[in-house]
């Protein structure tokens, strides 16, 4: 049976509470930490203190948490980029300034989750399906980015190519660079994804984007 409220276990003489979304924090800590093969419930409920049994009480199986773990990461890690990608912009750089804000805000992207589940993908082809199946729909809402702006079909989709496999291979690749020198780079990168220098207006709004962001990790 799955239930969606909090559980207490004092099975095994074990005591613990756990819910839904500590089972599935914790699922997708290990993914990024340790790999898919480390994600089993018998770890998971050590580390939670709870019986084995209570992962049952929110999911029908492994299979069932590892889907959820993948809904997860699309919500968190694709959303963000067709929403930034279909705001409205009065110029392309500005377009491009609004995905960008995904690039420097982990809690619009997570590079480390989305890394970890691609690593999952090379190993199990369902998965591989969802993660084609989302860099499709990224790929998608930045050709249309482009489109809107007045780039010819074919022109639309290298550039969103271009855009989309840089930020991805600098992840995959585990470059790393501090938000302050990223920031110093944004107007030639914005001219060479589009060929458009963005304005000191856009390039103020985006610095506070940046600035809130630091804030917000330095706590």
Avoid at 138 to 162: K, P, Q, S, W, Y
């Amino acid at each position: 049976m799955v239930l969606t409220n909090a559980q207490t276990d004092t099975e095994d003489g074990q005591q613990g509470r756990s819910t839904r979304e500590d089972w599935l924090k914790l699922a997708l800590q290990i993914l990024q930490r340790d790999g898919i093969d480390r994600v089993k419930v018998q770890i998971m409920a050590k580390q939670l203190n709870v019986s084995r049994s209570s992962f049952y009480w929110f999911f029908k199986n492994p299979q069932d948490l590892h889907e959820q773990m993948l809904d997860q990461w699309l919500t968190k890690n694709t959303g963000p980029i067709i929403q930034r990608a279909l705001r409205p912009a009065q110029t392309i750089s500005e377009a491009i300034l609004n995905v960008f804000e995904c690039w420097v805000n982990d809690e619009l992207f997570d590079p480390h989750l989305d890394v970890a589940v691609r690593l999952w993908a090379r190993r199990a082809v369902e998965v591989l399906k969802v993660v084609a199946s989302a860099d499709q729909q990224r790929l998608a809402a930045l050709t249309g980015m482009f489109a809107r702006h007045g780039f010819a079909e074919e022109d639309a989709i290298v550039r969103a190519r271009v855009l989309y496999f840089t930020q991805i291979g600098q992840y995959t690749l585990d470059f790393r660079e501090d938000m302050i020198t990223r920031f110093s780079r944004t107007r030639p990168y914005v001219l060479a994804f589009c060929g458009q220098e963005p304005s000191e207006k856009e390039l103020t709004r985006f610095k506070s984007v940046v600035m809130s962001a630091i804030q917000a990790e330095r706590g």
